[in-house]
């Protein structure tokens, strides 16, 4: 019977989180590869969730047992009946993401995903009231629930994705499918054959069982437990993504560390995990707040083991306080059922609430803070004289938001004496405040407060937060440029000096690959198509007489790119411009006998291309938009993927030469001149077009990947063990 039921759960949870980046990943052509996308996601299977949950607990509350085997049967065949895994093409409506995104994922894969979010509750409820030995505790299956979830969303980036293309995974999902719902049949059939006295309530639920204000208290206490892993795994997760390093397979790592976490607090040693948490989530705590102090971003893997350590830690805390206090079997699909509640809250709050009230990402520093409310109170009150020790948190405050510099200089370097005195005294007091958990709560608060507050010497012009991330404009201490920056990635630079202000920076100034493309070929085009728009550096390029259409997703940019009081680069330039809000690829494609001279493809999510952009049926549409002797300049550049092969791939299938340069500048270059390093790639059918920089040893022949990424199949994990 054991088997039967721990293989339907495991196998539940592996299809749950396989089903999730198969569905993201499809949906993500659609709306430009922002980690929104991904939060959106999670909040809507969060949802489904509850509702299975929701489901699970009224079955088993007002059907008797044979009943609630044959509407479960008859559920999970009409859920094996529709079609699967198919997300309909369609473009969103500007500022209609989330609901777009919500309807597409609806129909694609709801019914499915809802009956099999129905297991965990409902086959530990089966099994709970079933004679065997260990239905008494049935909270053990959990742990084998989020095993398998784990194992389901690992597998998908590192074996499924790489094997199968998105038909055949669809395909093997139905499958599996077929196998879990035999498989829950069987165990309903055995749980209604062979029922078992119902266990006694533990005597912790007895205070409860007569008093409503405890019971709602409880509820409350779950819910809150729940919520607050869900939102830092989704702020961890846009926090990432957005100011550290863009690499989608991190989408996954925080979800995979969040099941982790629920693995270990209800497993047999839920006991010793909850206690080592407690212990370890104080230095987790003072050292992502150290990070953020000193707004730390390098080296990478130390500063991304830093905050997906703290997010496993604050995991194990509040998802072992929920297992101290799981109720009896009677309450066990009421108690998941408020833990549904709190995930989709925490979704919720992420995906729909936060890009409302804040400006920037302070969603993530506030569940932090609310992580430290888990902590177990002492034992015995604070004494009386330590009252005063409550003018701490204000005063740290004070000391960070108004005090001495606490950041690393532009210029590099390891911090100084004097910064590790502004940034370290703070968290060496906060650490020593760890024993007093209120204390610590508000010392952490105020402290997170304080880096949101403080001020690098920048002047931020304008600040704007869209589904697709927040962009930011400000000048420099210095007063010499302003800048564009998504997360922490730079997408635009403009000299501030009067005489200087037209020249193009960054990845695009004149002694760049960019620069030097255009230097060359400008005389080549009249008309030229930009997939990607950011400051309009580009348009500094333009002579008279030539058309420029850009291709933008996020109408923010447009606005911030077009403001003549922001960027003169559009403004000043002497060619036609246009604008076609939408992904490029979509909007290029839809663009009826329109051909281009020249073809710009650089489209950036922060730090990264996304992924459609570079398929083999995307550069099929460019290459059907280019004029016989037209050119494809692609924009390549990147901290963690090497993107070139792949590239380089697919316009061998299609039978385009193409040459690229990896152009590196020094910080130097970077701080005083804004010009950074960039890596470019140029192909055309023309030879004539490749002649002159076939000639010139910056540039050369990429080596092609064996196989170049489709929409069907791609595979990121290459490209990250290529750079």
Same mark, same amino acid.
């Given at each position: 019977?054991?088997?039967?039921?721990?293989?339907?759960?495991?196998?539940?949870?592996?299809?749950?989180?396989?089903?999730?980046?198969?569905?993201?990943?499809?949906?993500?052509?659609?709306?430009?590869?922002?980690?929104?996308?991904?939060?959106?996601?999670?909040?809507?299977?969060?949802?489904?969730?509850?509702?299975?949950?929701?489901?699970?607990?009224?079955?088993?509350?007002?059907?008797?047992?044979?009943?609630?085997?044959?509407?479960?049967?008859?559920?999970?065949?009409?859920?094996?009946?529709?079609?699967?895994?198919?997300?309909?093409?369609?473009?969103?409506?500007?500022?209609?993401?989330?609901?777009?995104?919500?309807?597409?994922?609806?129909?694609? #894969?709801?019914?499915?995903?809802?009956?099999? =979010?129905?297991?965990?509750?409902?086959?530990?409820?089966?099994?709970?009231?079933?004679?065997?030995?260990?239905?008494?505790?049935?909270?053990?299956?959990?742990?084998?629930?989020?095993?398998?979830?784990?194992?389901?969303?690992?597998?998908?980036?590192?074996?499924?994705?790489?094997?199968?293309?998105?038909?055949?995974?669809?395909?093997?999902?139905?499958?599996?499918?077929?196998?879990?719902?035999?498989?829950?049949?069987?165990?309903?059939?055995? =749980?209604?054959?062979?029922?078992?006295?119902?266990?006694?309530?533990?005597?912790?639920?007895?205070?409860?069982?007569?008093?409503?204000?405890?019971?709602?208290?409880?509820?409350?206490?779950?819910?809150?437990?729940?919520?607050?892993?869900?939102?830092?795994?989704?702020?961890?997760?846009?926090?990432?993504?957005?100011?550290?390093?863009?690499?989608?397979?991190?989408?996954?790592?925080?979800?995979?560390?969040?099941?982790?976490?629920?693995?270990?607090?209800?497993?047999?040693?839920?006991?010793?995990?909850?206690?080592?948490?407690?212990?370890?989530?104080?230095?987790?705590?003072?050292?992502?707040?150290?990070?953020?102090?000193?707004?730390?971003?390098?080296?990478?893997?130390?500063?991304?083991?830093?905050?997906?350590?703290?997010?496993?830690?604050?995991?194990?805390?509040?998802?072992?306080?929920?297992?101290?206090?799981?109720?009896?079997?009677?309450?066990?699909?009421?108690?998941?059922?408020?833990?549904?509640?709190?995930?989709?809250?925490?979704?919720?709050?992420?995906?729909?609430?936060?890009? #409302?009230?804040?400006?920037?990402?302070?969603?993530?520093?506030?569940?932090?803070?609310?992580?430290?409310?888990?902590?177990?109170?002492?034992?015995?009150?604070?004494?009386?004289?330590?009252?005063?020790?409550? $003018?701490?948190?204000?005063?740290?405050?004070?000391?960070?938001?108004?005090?001495?510099?606490?950041?690393?200089?532009?210029?590099?370097?390891?911090?100084?004496?004097?910064?590790?005195?502004?940034?370290? =005294?703070?968290?060496?007091?906060?650490?020593?405040?760890?024993?007093?958990?209120? $204390?610590?709560?508000?010392?952490?608060?105020?402290? $997170?407060?304080?880096?949101?507050?403080?001020?690098?010497?920048?002047?931020?012009?304008?600040?704007?937060?869209?589904?697709?991330?927040?962009?930011?404009?400000?000048?420099?201490?210095?007063?010499?440029?302003?800048?564009?920056?998504?997360?922490?990635?730079?997408?635009?630079?403009?000299?501030?000096?009067?005489?200087?202000?037209?020249?193009?920076?960054?990845?695009?100034?004149?002694?760049?690959?960019?620069?030097?493309?255009?230097?060359?070929?400008?005389?080549?085009?009249?008309?030229?198509?930009?997939?990607?728009?950011?400051?309009?550096?580009?348009?500094?390029?333009?002579?008279?007489?030539?058309?420029?259409?850009?291709?933008?997703?996020?109408?923010?940019?447009?606005?911030?790119?077009?403001?003549?009081?922001?960027?003169?680069?559009?403004?000043?330039?002497?060619?036609?411009?246009?604008?076609?809000?939408?992904?490029?690829?979509?909007?290029?494609?839809?663009?009826?006998?329109?051909?281009?001279?020249?073809?710009?493809?650089?489209?950036?999510?922060?730090?990264? #291309?996304?992924?459609?952009?570079?398929?083999?049926?995307?550069?099929?549409?460019?290459?059907?938009?280019?004029?016989?002797?037209?050119?494809?300049?692609?924009?390549?550049?990147?901290?963690?993927?090497?993107?070139?092969?792949?590239?380089?791939?697919?316009?061998?299938?299609?039978?385009?030469?193409?040459?690229?340069?990896?152009?590196?500048?020094?910080?130097?270059?970077? #701080?005083?001149?804004?010009?950074?390093?960039?890596?470019?790639?140029?192909?055309?059918?023309?030879?004539?077009?490749?002649?002159?920089?076939?000639?010139?040893?910056?540039?050369?022949?990429?080596?092609?990947?064996?196989?170049?990424?489709?929409?069907?199949?791609?595979? $990121?994990?290459?490209?990250?063990?290529?750079?």
């Amino acid at each position: 019977m054991l088997p039967t039921f721990t293989a339907a759960i495991f196998l539940a949870a592996a299809l749950l989180f396989a089903l999730e980046p198969f569905a993201a990943r499809q949906v993500l052509p659609m709306f430009g590869g922002s980690p929104a996308v991904w939060n959106t996601a999670v909040m809507f299977f969060q949802v489904e969730l509850l509702a299975g949950y929701i489901y699970a607990h009224m079955l088993t509350r007002r059907a008797r047992p044979w009943t609630q085997v044959a509407l479960h049967a008859a559920l999970l065949a009409s859920a094996a009946l529709i079609p699967f895994g198919t997300v309909a093409s369609a473009a969103p409506a500007s500022g209609a993401e989330v609901g777009e995104l919500l309807w597409l994922l609806t129909r694609a #894969v709801g019914l499915p995903f809802f009956a099999v =979010a129905t297991a965990g509750p409902l086959l530990q409820r089966w099994f709970g009231s079933t004679a065997h030995p260990a239905a008494r505790d049935p909270y053990f299956l959990y742990a084998a629930s989020n095993a398998g979830s784990f194992v389901g969303l690992l597998a998908y980036p590192f074996v499924i994705e790489r094997l199968w293309s998105l038909p055949e995974q669809a395909a093997l999902w139905r499958g599996g499918f077929a196998i879990f719902a035999l498989l829950t049949v069987g165990a309903g059939v055995l =749980a209604a054959r062979r029922p078992g006295a119902t266990p006694p309530a533990p005597a912790r639920d007895a205070p409860t069982a007569t008093d409503p204000k405890r019971v709602r208290r409880e509820r409350a206490w779950w819910v809150f437990l729940a919520f607050v892993p869900s939102s830092l795994m989704l702020g961890c997760t846009q926090y990432l993504s957005t100011d550290l390093a863009a690499v989608p397979l991190l989408w996954v790592i925080p979800l995979g560390l969040y099941l982790v976490s629920f693995i270990a607090a209800f497993s047999r040693w839920s006991d010793r995990v909850t206690r080592l948490a407690v212990r370890l989530w104080p230095i987790a705590l003072v050292s992502v707040v150290l990070a953020f102090l000193l707004q730390a971003r390098q080296p990478i893997i130390a500063i991304l083991s830093l905050h997906l350590g703290a997010l496993l830690t604050a995991g194990c805390l509040c998802h072992g306080r929920l297992h101290a206090c799981r109720p009896s079997v009677s309450r066990l699909t009421e108690f998941y059922l408020c833990l549904a509640v709190g995930g989709a809250l925490g979704g919720a709050f992420n995906s729909l609430l936060a890009p #409302v009230l804040f400006p920037d990402l302070y969603e993530y520093p506030l569940a932090i803070t609310l992580a430290c409310l888990a902590l177990p109170r002492p034992g015995r009150a604070a004494p009386r004289r330590a009252r005063w020790l409550w $003018l701490l948190p204000p005063a740290l405050l004070l000391w960070v938001a108004l005090g001495p510099r606490t950041h690393v200089p532009e210029t590099g370097g390891g911090p100084g004496l004097g910064l590790l005195l502004a940034a370290g =005294a703070p968290v060496l007091l906060l650490f020593l405040l760890s024993r007093l958990p209120r $204390l610590f709560t508000a010392s952490a608060a105020a402290l $997170l407060l304080a880096v949101a507050l403080r001020s690098d010497g920048s002047h931020i012009e304008l600040r704007e937060r869209s589904f697709f991330g927040v962009h930011t404009v400000r000048t420099d201490a210095a007063g010499r440029f302003r800048q564009l920056a998504h997360g922490t990635t730079i997408h635009g630079l403009a000299w501030l000096d009067p005489q200087r202000r037209g020249e193009p920076l960054t990845y695009y100034h004149e002694r760049g690959p960019a620069g030097q493309a255009f230097a060359r070929l400008g005389a080549r085009f009249d008309r030229a198509a930009f997939i990607g728009l950011g400051a309009g550096s580009l348009a500094a390029y333009a002579r008279d007489g030539q058309r420029f259409d850009f291709y933008e997703i996020d109408p923010a940019v447009v606005r911030i790119a077009s403001d003549p009081a922001l960027f003169r680069f559009l403004a000043d330039s002497r060619a036609e411009t246009s604008f076609a809000v939408g992904d490029g690829r979509r909007r290029l494609d839809a663009a009826a006998d329109q051909t281009y001279d020249l073809i710009v493809l650089d489209a950036f999510s922060s730090d990264a #291309v996304p992924m459609h952009l570079l398929t083999l049926e995307a550069f099929e549409v460019y290459n059907a938009k280019l004029k016989p002797d037209g050119v494809l300049l692609v924009h390549l550049s990147n901290l963690h993927l090497n993107l070139a092969p792949f590239v380089s791939a697919a316009l061998r299938d299609l039978g385009i030469p193409a040459l690229h340069r990896n152009d590196a500048r020094s910080l130097e270059d970077a #701080v005083e001149q804004g010009e950074y390093s960039s890596h470019w790639l140029l192909a055309s059918r023309d030879p004539t077009a490749l002649a002159g920089f076939r000639s010139d040893v910056q540039w050369s022949e990429p080596a092609p990947a064996a196989r170049a990424w489709t929409d069907a199949h791609a595979d $990121l994990v290459a490209a990250l063990l290529a750079q």
